[in-house]
């Protein structure tokens, strides 16, 4: 036993010493912009941030206008307000595919992974709020015999 002890002591001071964090550089175009895709069920947004104003456009469109409900605006809003960057990013995103609902939740995945792009050190705080992770649950494809993904047909006795 005393021997395991000591092999295990040996190769605990044989192992090199922790090194320090990789350092990410930032991704960035010629044109000052930092390109991200996010995605969230069928819906594909491509999302470019650079500095500016705050404006954020979705399909040529201010995305007040192309997502009228609060709760959409409110969920594309949150990345900037966890990395404390309201009003110092244009964010500029074409969606295509999907409704409402899967295209906010892809803009917001892209805002976030341009964001990281941009900056690295806004990585951890993105991460820390999940809006890294891309949400991987779809629609559950529909099964023969059932009338929708599980729901069968109403059983009669006679």
Known sequence: MAEDFSALAELKTSLPAQTAPVLRAPRIDPRGRAYATGKRKNAVARVWVKPGAGKI??????????????????????????????????????????GLSGQAGAVRHGISRALSYFEPEL?????????????????????????????SFQFSKR
């Open 57 to 98: 456009t979705v399909n040529g469109r201010a995305f007040e206008t192309y997502f009228a409900r609060p709760v959409l605006r409110m969920l594309i809003s949150q990345p900037l307000e966890a990395t404390k960057r309201q009003g110092q990013f244009d964010v500029v995103c074409t969606v295509v595919g999907g």
């Open 123 to 151: 990585r951890t705080p993105l991460k820390t709020g999940g809006f890294l992770t891309r949400d991987s649950r779809v629609v559950e494809r529909k099964k023969y015999g059932k009338r929708k993904a599980r729901r």
